[in-house]
């Protein structure tokens, strides 16, 4: 196998812890990281993370560490590229190197591990080789400076690390710290747990469809991711993703959430900071916790850093929960509370009813008896411990029992121990009836039972009947089914031919059912018949019946049954059917014989000839003249005696010849001079010529063909009629619109329509022999263009400009009826009322005077002949009396000189 350039060749094979980011104090926001293009080790904000950057480190054994060092002694390995080292180059520049197999370059690749040196929870890193040289980072680089007492260089050389969670396909887990955890039942965990994000893997079975990477079964399904207000689910196997149980569409930006599917995983960050990397094939995830708003926050869950135990004692080394446990214990007397349990992970049963607690205070729990007097927060009690406690809002019933009960059931307590509240009624007796109830002072009383109305039950097989009955330990009856066999049938059948009488039951039914079944030592005894002696005897049972009766049965046949020729048939001796093998024959039937396979030549003919003994007859062909003159000869062929036939009978044979003719298609033959006519779709003939020619290679004239588009000569206003005779080729072009030439372009006019030009009207007419155009003159009435401008009028052109008219105005001078309603003061008219009105056109002029050597003006107006005095009543709604309005309205209107 060829080698890769990175990933292959491990030399370290203690991977060490880890993998973790390097979180400088001084610059809180930014990590050591390496560019995978130039191999350097550079600052780099975490917000800002991209595909050329490797941020996640191994701390491993040291490449070179001797045993002088008290101190740990590390190397720096890239946890993205295995093998890969930080490493002082030249300049004490800082890279990426792959391992080499020299105690140089290891020693170079090696650092003092300082934890707490300066700050504590953060670490220093002192060169191996050069004592008193620490890693440094600014923004502007990752350097080595020597150590200056300075307070920013104590700040620049201290590093937080920060880690990763991850889950493999085989379930187990790196947390945060290295610690390698398993899971092996099905279940939610939580991975992280924030102040305010939780973080949980939902384990299940694995569909038949996964394949898991261990042995459990078991599958990585879903993550849920839960924030104070928010909830995500996402889950892997069906690639469906929800957010606050609505289905959400990827990519998701929204609500601090950013979610992601680039087909081989889902890449994403948390509100808190969290940034997940889960594969879909496999359900490798990995959790990477480390932004700047977050580092001081403590996380929780399977992930979790745990502090280190070490017992040295053999029985807590091999007994984990039992290690765990003792060092909890005593951290409960400091009132530290580890709350390291898990229903998964060495979990603490509890009696029924009650739960478990990881640190309650270790006083007297609340009962019953104490509930009154009982101090919630006991300052006595000087430590906590873990427990099984009442839920919220439940006390014990007695300090030695385990039943977590109400207040209200503190009032009695029965025969058996058990809380009963006041006002509770219950039955003290296992077999009896022996009712009691608990007053509210705590007396136990003895009582009758109240038994109410029983509901009847449905009775479903037949012959069963309701009835009531009390039960051990019940006091009220209650109604069951159960079968009355008085209320069953009783007819019962009557058993022949050696049955017998059975009774059954069935699941529908209670009652009885009788069935006849055979009973061999209930049949009559026979004698047996007397056989052929081509037959022998034996028992058998006849149709329905139980018993045996003996029967003559036929011997198997001996004489074999005669094969047949071809043409005969078998048949049986009908005076043998009544014996066990009758006799069999074969009879000649020549339809049955197979068709002659002798083919005779020209002249001759099959002849049947009969053999004694054989049914079917031999044949052979003797002579016969007729058949050989028998020929029917195709178009353009003629017939002619064959002088070349050999026959030994003497016959003649004639044979079809190609005639001196032309073949039009195979059907139709032309002699020489000879046209013929095809008419074709779309207009075109056919025209083919028999030519006096004579073609050598077929020896028969020369046929010439030719196609004619007889529309092709129409024009656009034509359309082309097909010749009536069938020995024209084409007809001719009909007329069906008119051609009409109007400043220079040709316009057509279908026929039935008109049309005027230059004062001339035309129209297009259908005719027998098509259309036809017919022009005539427009003529117009006599028209006095002056008169009419002198009376006012507009000259107006119609018959398309070739005649004028006079248009006058249509509103001359004239009296008008106008409706009105007439208003006085308060008073008015009921209704509207005509009043007479002069409105209309009058003429007016400005003619040039010669003695006032200027314009004068004439107006006319239209206005009153005479006037007449009208009177009209108008009705006051002040008073509610009527008055009369006079007023004067023209009688007649007229122009008149203003």
């Given at each position: 196998m060829p080698k890769t350039a990175f990933d292959c060749e491990y030399y370290n094979r203690d991977l060490g812890e880890g993998p973790f980011m390097l979180i400088n104090y001084l610059c809180n926001d930014t990590v050591i990281a390496n560019n995978k293009i130039t191999g350097d080790i550079v600052p780099f904000q975490i917000n800002n993370a991209g595909q050329d950057m490797l941020m996640n480190f191994m701390i491993a054994p040291g490449l070179y560490n001797t045993k002088q060092s008290k101190l740990p002694v590390v190397s720096l390995e890239s946890a993205d590229r295995p093998n890969y080292f930080i490493h002082i180059g030249e300049n004490d520049n800082l890279r990426l190197e792959q391992w080499k197999d020299n105690q140089h370059f290891q020693k170079d690749a090696s650092f003092i591990h300082h934890q707490s040196n300066w700050i504590p929870g953060y670490s220093t890193f002192e060169l191996y080789s050069r004592k008193g040289f620490f890693i440094t980072?600014?923004?502007?680089?990752?350097?080595?400076?020597?150590?200056?007492?300075?307070?920013?260089?104590?700040?620049?050389?201290?590093?937080?690390?920060?880690?990763?969670?991850?889950?493999?396909s085989d379930l187990h887990i790196i947390t945060f710290d290295g610690n390698d955890v398993g899971i092996y039942d099905a279940a939610a965990y939580v991975l992280t747990l924030l102040p305010r994000e939780t973080i949980v893997a939902h384990i299940e079975q694995c569909p038949t469809r996964e394949v898991p990477g261990g042995n459990s079964g078991l599958c990585f399904k879903k993550l849920n991711i839960t924030s104070r207000n928010h909830k995500i689910l996402i889950d892997r196997l069906e690639r469906l993703t929800t957010v606050n149980s609505r289905p959400a569409r990827l990519p998701f930006t929204k609500l601090g959430f950013h979610i992601q599917d680039t087909g081989a995983m889902y890449l994403i960050t948390t509100p808190a900071g969290v940034t997940i990397q889960w594969y879909r094939s496999t359900?490798?995830?990995?959790?990477?916790?480390?932004?700047?708003?977050?580092?001081?926050?403590?996380?929780?869950?399977?992930?979790?850093?745990?502090?280190?135990?070490?017992?040295?004692?053999?029985?807590?080394?091999?007994?984990?929960?039992?290690?765990?446990?003792?060092?909890?214990?005593?951290?409960?007397?400091?009132n530290v509370c580890i709350p390291w349990r898990t229903p998964e992970f060495c979990p603490l049963s509890c009696p029924i009813g009650m739960e478990y607690q990881p640190c309650v205070p270790a006083c007297e729990s609340k009962t019953c008896q104490n509930k009154d007097f009982y101090l919630e927060h006991d300052s006595t009690c000087s430590f906590i411990s873990e427990s099984c406690v009442c839920p919220r809002g439940t006390l014990l019933h007695q300090p030695d029992s385990n039943y977590c009960v109400t207040e209200e059931q503190c009032a009695c307590t029965d025969n058996e121990g058990l809380p009963r509240a006041a006002g509770e009624t219950w039955n003290g007796s296992h077999k009896g009836c022996c009712m009691y109830k608990c007053l509210e002072n705590g007396t136990i009383i003895a009582m009758e039972p109240e038994c109410g109305q029983v509901s009847a039950p449905i009775c479903e097989r037949e012959g069963e009947i309701i009835i009531d009955v009390i039960e051990e330990g019940a006091c009220c009856p209650?109604?069951?089914?159960?079968?009355?066999?008085?209320?069953?049938?009783?007819?019962?059948?009557?058993?022949?031919?050696?049955?017998?009488?059975?009774?059954?039951?069935?699941?529908?039914?209670?009652?009885?059912e009788y069935r006849c079944e055979c009973d061999p030592l209930a049949c009559p005894t026979s004698s047996p018949p007397v056989c052929?002696?081509?037959?022998?005897?034996?028992?058998?049972?006849?149709?329905?019946?139980?018993?045996?009766?003996?029967?003559?049965?036929?011997?198997?046949?001996?004489?074999?049954?005669?094969?047949?020729?071809?043409?005969?048939?078998?048949?049986?001796?009908?005076?043998t059917t009544d014996r066990c093998c009758p006799l069999y024959h074969c009879v000649c039937d020549e339809n049955l014989c197979p068709p002659p396979d002798e083919a005779c030549t020209a002249g001759t003919k099959l002849v049947k000839k009969s053999t004694s003994g054989v049914c079917c007859p031999d044949w052979q062909c003797d002579c016969n003249c007729?058949?050989?003159?028998?020929?029917?000869?195709?178009?353009?062929?003629?017939?002619?005696?064959?002088?070349?036939?050999?026959?030994?009978?003497?016959c003649t044979r004639s044979i079809c010849k190609k005639a001196d003719v032309c073949l039009f298609e195979g059907v139709t033959a032309l002699k020489p001079g000879q046209s013929l006519f095809q008419h074709l779709e779309g207009d075109r003939c056919y025209i083919a010529n028999c030519l006096q020619n004579t073609n050598p290679a077929i020896e028969s004239p020369l046929m010439e063909v030719s196609i004619v588009n007889c529309s092709a000569k129409c024009e656009a206003h034509q359309v082309y009629v097909p010749s009536s005779d069938p020995h024209v080729c084409c007809g001719n072009c009909k007329n069906i619109s008119c051609t009409f030439e109007d400043?220079?372009?040709?316009?057509?006019?279908?026929?039935?329509?008109?049309?005027?030009?230059?004062?001339?009207?035309?129209?297009?007419?259908?005719?027998?022999?098509?259309?036809?155009?017919?022009?005539?003159?427009?003529?117009?009435?006599?028209?006095?263009?002056?008169?009419?401008?002198?009376?006012?009028?507009?000259?107006?052109?119609?018959?398309?400009?070739?005649?004028?008219?006079?248009?006058?105005?249509?509103?001359?001078?004239?009296?008008?009826?106008?409706?009105?309603?007439?208003?006085?003061?308060?008073?008015?008219?009921?209704?509207?009322?005509?009043?007479?009105?002069?409105?209309?056109k009058c003429p007016s002029a400005m003619i040039f005077n010669t003695n006032i050597n200027s314009y004068a003006r004439f107006c006319k107006c239209c206005r009153e002949v005479e006037l007449t005095a009208q009177t009209v009543p108008l009705f006051c709604a002040g008073n509610a009396t009527w008055i009369d309005f006079s007023f004067q309205e023209p009688t007649d209107c007229s122009c008149q000189w203003n």
């Open positions: 980072l600014t923004p502007s680089a990752v350097k080595v400076a020597q150590y200056d007492y300075s307070e920013s260089f104590k700040l620049s050389s201290s590093f937080g690390i920060e880690g990763r969670c991850s889950m493999f359900g490798i995830i990995v959790l990477e916790f480390g932004l700047p708003s977050n580092r001081t926050m403590g996380t929780k869950g399977l992930c979790e850093i745990f502090c280190e135990l070490w017992i040295r004692d053999f029985h807590y080394v091999t007994h984990q929960c039992d290690a765990l446990a003792l060092y909890a214990a005593a951290c409960d007397k400091y209650k109604k069951i089914c159960e079968c009355n066999l008085t209320i069953c049938g009783t007819d019962v059948v009557t058993c022949e031919n050696g049955d017998k009488l059975v009774i059954g039951y069935s699941g529908v039914s209670c009652c009885p052929r002696e081509d037959q022998f005897l034996v028992e058998v049972r006849k149709d329905d019946s139980c018993c045996f009766s003996f029967q003559c049965v036929c011997e198997s046949c001996i004489d074999p049954i005669p094969v047949c020729n071809d043409g005969d048939i078998l048949v049986v001796d009908l005076n007729e058949n050989s003159t028998n020929t029917s000869c195709k178009v353009g062929e003629v017939l002619t005696e064959d002088l070349d036939f050999p026959n030994i009978c003497g400043d220079g372009s040709i316009v057509l006019y279908n026929a039935g329509t008109s049309w005027v030009a230059k004062c001339i009207r035309y129209e297009c007419l259908e005719t027998t022999v098509g259309v036809a155009m017919l022009g005539s003159g427009v003529i117009c009435p006599p028209f006095n263009e002056t008169e009419c401008i002198q009376k006012g009028g507009v000259v107006k052109l119609y018959m398309d400009g070739c005649c004028k008219t006079c248009k006058e105005d249509t509103r001359p001078c004239r009296k008008m009826d106008v409706k009105m309603i007439i208003r006085k003061d308060d008073c008015r008219t009921t209704g509207t009322v005509i009043v007479a009105s002069c409105d209309g």
